[in-house]
């Protein structure tokens, strides 16, 4: 098998460049899922993992959907 050399962080900025789309979920879901913290309001908030389970699964299949039309660019997953 011919894989590219994935890097973990590249993967993350993939998802969150990708599932930040307001269409596919709101900015502080996409924070909660990646796990930054970093936004006051959001020690306040108090949200379940299966409320976040909707917005996950809309990134998942608009990954998947731009993954099979080749719209993924794998330089980005694969660098740092």
């Known amino acids: 098998l011919n894989r590219p050399n994935l890097k973990i962080h590249g993967l ?3 998802y969150t460049t ?3 789309a307001p269409e596919i979920m709101a900015e502080f879901e996409l924070k ?3 796990g930054h913290r970093g936004d006051i309001t959001a020690g306040y908030r108090q949200i ?3 409320a976040l389970r909707a917005p996950a699964q809309r990134a998942t299949a608009h990954i998947a959907k731009s993954m099979t039309r080749n719209e993924v660019d794998t330089e980005t997953i694969c660098s740092r």
């Open 48 to 50: 379940s993992t299966d």
């Open 32 to 34: 909660m899922l990646i």
């Open 12 to 14: 993350r900025r993939t």
């Open 18 to 20: 990708m599932a930040s």
